[in-house]
């Protein structure tokens, strides 16, 4: 495993609480980093702090729900009174929404997936831009999903959603005239909250574990990570 690979650098995970974005900002504290961790779930956010102190590392927390423009505006601030700069974006935070016939969608369920899984993070890359323009050879990891481009029935919120947000995420990354790096990771099949909600039949050991994704994305957040504006597909354990 890399060791201090992100030492000095500062990364802020949202959705950092559980699964996949508390996996990744721990991984990226075993290898140096300063994790901002944000979440709406105190009590995972504080088990994030224990563990990440009990491999040497660092943490700040910020208990905070991404669906309140309140939070939003008032981030860059409360970084910036602690923090020069952000050298790692990690835009994990996310909404299944209502798994059901397009026909059936509520507006509301709709609103709220889209407030999560687009409007927050687009509100975290205006916001954010200054802190990442700072940071050295700064790197931004989307997580995305397969239902992004391959259509399934009865995903439609979440589907739309994804693959708005991938074109947003490649679009600010095309923008960057070598500034920093921004890509977007597709996990698949993993061990999480989410995909147990959306599959309650499956055997979480037939699927990714968190940890192997969370090592992944602090691969991404390296300052040698040189792809840009690309969609990595982890490996699925079905091969598939």
């Known amino acids: ?27 990226a504290a075993k290898r140096g980093a300063t994790v901002i961790g944000l979440a709406r779930t105190t009590s995972g956010l504080e088990q994030l702090d224990d563990e990440v102190k009990s491999v040497g590392g660092r943490a700040v927390l910020i208990p905070a729900d991404l669906s309140v423009e309140e939070t939003l505006t008032r981030l860059p601030a409360a970084l910036e009174q602690r923090f020069d700069r952000l050298d790692g974006l990690v835009l994990n935070a996310g909404l299944l929404g209502p798994l059901t016939h397009v026909r059936d969608i509520i507006g509301k369920e709709w609103h709220e997936t889209f407030t999560i899984n687009l409007h927050a993070n687009l509100a975290l890359l ?45 679009t600010y990354a095309t923008e960057q005239e070598g500034r920093l790096k921004a890509n977007l990771l597709d ?10 909600d959306a599959m309650p039949g499956e055997d979480p050991a037939t699927i990714t574990p968190p940890e192997d994704i969370g090592e992944r994305i602090a691969d991404m957040l390296e300052p040698g990570f040189d792809q840009n504006a690309e969609t990595i597909v982890y490996p699925r354990p079905d091969g598939k």
Do not use: C
């Open 126 to 170: 205006k916001l954010l831009d200054p802190l990442l323009q700072k940071g050295e050879n700064a790197r931004v990891v989307g997580i995305s999903s397969r239902a992004a481009r391959v259509y399934k029935p009865f995903w439609g919120a979440y589907a739309a959603s994804k693959a708005a947000f991938e074109a947003l995420v490649k």
């Open 1 to 27: 495993m890399p060791s201090d690979t992100l030492r000095n650098r500062t990364v802020l995970v949202t959705g950092a609480s559980r699964g996949i974005g508390y996996h990744a900002a721990l991984a």
């Open 187 to 196: 996990p698949g099949p993993t061990a999480t909250m989410m995909r147990a």
